[in-house]
């Protein structure tokens, strides 16, 4: 495709369930990041790839937040035991690695009743 | 971490006015973007500027890098300009984006 894609765009779940957000970059791109929008704010990091290793995940907030990428490209977020603050907009972005310009995706808007 | 703040935040333009957005940070940084989030919250790429001045239709921006600040221009401003303008940097030897506070910007008829 012709751009970073997220799937799904919406996702309601209960507190207590676990959920799993899929990013597809950009064909090419080596590098993979995870962020997180609060409402009124911008994105903060959380994580990003180079390839499928796993590079920086120091903005994961706690244990319940875990990321793969197997083979190097789609990438997928999961959090297990939602809890009501984990609702926020959640993106990808990719690029083709260092400090190269990073293209987002549309986001998975999550809410966690 | 770095800083990243950009003012004003908040702007309201009549349309065809021109406006120039701030962003200061206080670290030398490797990448510099500009974003528009528009109303339906996609995040849309303006400039990729680490340093020095580009244009794109009624666009444009310049960083001065060595005094650490980026400049948005937006120029005979239109409806669809609205939305929040966000400027975000890599710093230090990470990948990293950090977002600054952000412009949110409406322009009326």
């Known amino acids: 495709g012709a751009g970073v894609s997220q799937s799904p765009r919406y996702k309601v779940t209960k507190r207590g369930q676990d959920v799993a957000l899929r990013c597809d970059p950009i064909?090419?791109?080596?590098?993979l990041y995870w962020y997180r929008q609060a409402l009124g704010q911008g994105p903060e990091f959380l994580t990003y790839f180079n390839y499928e290793a796993q590079q920086d995940k120091s903005g994961l907030p706690n244990d319940r937040f875990s990321a793969e990428r197997p083979e190097g490209s789609i990438s997928t977020l999961t959090i297990q035991r939602t809890e009501q603050r984990d609702s926020a907009m959640y993106r990808c972005?990719?690029?083709?690695?260092?400090?190269?310009?990073?293209?987002f995706g549309p986001g998975t808007r999550l809410t966690v009743l | 971490g770095i800083q990243v703040e950009q003012s004003p935040p908040d702007l309201i333009l009549q349309e065809g006015a021109n406006s120039t957005l701030r962003c200061n940070f206080s670290d030398s940084v490797n990448n510099l973007q500009w974003f528009h989030q528009n109303p339906w919250g996609q995040l849309i790429n303006l400039f990729y500027i680490p340093s020095g001045t580009k244009q794109n239709g009624r666009l444009s921006a310049t960083t001065v890098a060595t005094e650490r600040y980026s400049l948005l221009y937006i120029s005979s401003s239109q409806t669809t300009d609205s939305g929040v303008y966000f400027c975000a940097v890599v710093t230090g030897g990470g990948n990293k984006l950090t977002f600054g506070t952000g412009t949110q910007l409406k322009v009326e008829l």
């Open positions: 972005a990719s690029s083709f690695g260092g400090p190269a310009e990073q293209f």
């Open positions: 064909s090419g791109h080596v590098s």
